[in-house]
């Protein structure tokens, strides 16, 4: 059983950046794959972003949406049982609902259904 906490998300304008936070409970945090999604008002969720599992690969490979390409960063930290997303460069389209999840051992990153834990989300607005 893993819970997640996401924490980070608020307020910002069109070029500010933020850092949003996942704390995943439990001791086999490595061997999961970490993933966010977001879902903006009257769409369906969609990937953002995902960092392997180490246990399947030590060299913390990571995937993401085109959209955020060059401008979001998911990172991980093992000893704290925490994943990061930085994003800078944010814009409007960005706001939504980001959600953090957990998928065990080799999982398809960009494919929802592979995460079997998912966090209560947070709120990022971005303003023009």
């Known amino acids: 059983q893993v819970q997640l906490v996401e924490s980070g998300g608020g307020l910002v304008q069109a070029g500010d950046s933020l850092r949003l936070s996942c704390a995943a409970s439990g001791r086999t945090f490595s061997s999961y794959a970490m993933g966010w999604f977001r879902q903006a008002p009257g769409k369906e969720r969609e990937f953002v972003a995902a960092i392997v599992a180490p246990i399947v690969w030590s060299g913390g490979l990571t995937g993401y949406a085109d959209s955020v390409k060059g401008r979001f960063t998911i990172s991980r930290d093992n000893a704290k049982n925490t994943v990061y997303l930085q994003m800078n460069s944010l814009k409007p389209e960005d706001t939504a609902v980001y959600y953090c999840?957990?998928?065990?051992?080799?999982?398809?990153?960009?494919?929802?259904?592979?995460?079997?834990?998912w966090g209560q989300g947070t709120q990022v607005t971005v303003s023009s």
């Open positions: 999840a957990a998928g065990e051992g080799a999982i398809h990153l960009r494919v929802e259904a592979q995460y079997g834990y």
